[in-house]
């Protein structure tokens, strides 16, 4: 945060304006912000930096979620946006798993959605958040979100995972122990030892769900 707030440092607690390396939104959260950008600008700040997944309702139930994907498509093709993608797109599929297979997000990113489990990239390293379809509207138009400073709420890995153990079981365990808002409005921050003994998949399934517990983010160090 304070890399793209510009700042030496930040500190629990604080307000800060930070430059965004990602703009996220789906069928559901995508058309209002659409529709709220609309009014504050005609172009987004930068093409390649603003996401739309179509995956709530897709394949559409109705004319209403296909009317959703109907926006979302005519607006990526009018703001020539590079990382739209929808049914029939060969790399269509879960918005969360899109941006990591396609390395669009980096260790020291930070990303701002409109789905509360975009925490999921912070088992990249980066700090991810969710956000409302106003905050969302407001970044694709500038760039920038303002953050309050989360207190961090450290979790300690160690050992290694048994057979048959995955990281649904560590986050559900965990979750239990302090309750669905044990950390809330924190930084959830996985450490220790036992973070070398999970793969990729076991980091993002912690890390997605953190916001289960109430946390802003959960993040991992990064490695090879």
Request: negative net charge; charged residues 20%; glycine residues 10%.
């Amino acid at each position: 945060l304070a890399y793209h707030a510009n700042k030496a440092e930040v500190r629990a607690g604080e307000i800060h304006v930070c430059h965004l390396s990602l703009v996220l939104a789906n069928d559901v959260t995508g058309p209002p912000a659409i529709e709220a950008f609309r009014s504050l600008r005609d172009k987004v700040f930068d093409p390649d930096r603003v996401v739309l997944v179509g995956d709530h309702f897709t394949p559409n139930k109705d004319i209403a979620s296909a009317e959703n994907a109907k926006l979302l498509q005519d607006f990526s093709y009018e703001q020539n946006l590079s990382k739209y993608r929808a049914e029939g797109d060969a790399e269509f599929g879960i918005e969360h798993i899109i941006l990591p297979e396609n390395g669009w997000v980096f260790p020291g990113d930070l990303v701002i959605g409109g789905d509360s489990h975009t925490c999921t990239y912070g088992a990249l390293s980066a700090f991810a958040t969710g956000v409302g379809s106003t905050d969302i509207a407001a970044a694709m138009a500038t760039g920038k979100a303002w953050f309050k400073v989360p207190q961090t709420f450290r979790v300690e890995l160690q050992g290694e995972l048994p057979d048959s153990v995955s990281g649904k079981d560590v986050i559900l365990t965990l979750i239990g122990k302090i309750g669905v808002a044990g950390a809330r409005y924190m930084a959830l921050e996985f450490t220790g030892s036992g973070v070398k003994s999970l793969n990729v998949a076991d980091r993002l399934t912690i890390s997605n769900m953190a916001i289960e517990a109430g946390a802003k983010a959960g993040l991992f160090p990064y490695d090879e």
